[in-house]
């Protein structure tokens, strides 16, 4: 994503700050992993997504070597399945 022109993220463009929330996602809560079902249970007390405010979602979880899928019927950006691959810092 190209940096803002003023160098102040007070000060973007409107085009500078849709691409900054068309681009980007953020959220917080609690999550309960079940892995005998391979699922990911997570509760958002929060998001850049106002909708996922106080929402239960669950996660399909896929893990290998230091690798971690999660796998997700619901987007924010309507209809299709998002995959999501995390990898262990080093």
Do not use: C
Request: overall charge negative.
């Amino acid at each position: 994503m190209p940096q803002f022109a003023s160098g102040n993220r007070l000060s973007g463009t409107p085009e500078e700050n849709q691409a900054v929330v068309q681009g980007s996602l953020a959220y917080f809560g609690t999550y309960r992993l079940d892995e005998e079902s391979h699922k990911i249970h997570l509760h958002y007390d929060g998001s850049t997504f106002p909708n996922w405010d106080g929402v239960d979602q669950t996660r399909v979880i896929n893990m290998w070597g230091e690798q971690l899928e999660m796998v997700s019927p619901v987007s924010a950006v309507g209809g299709g399945t998002v995959h999501l691959l995390l990898r262990r810092s080093r």
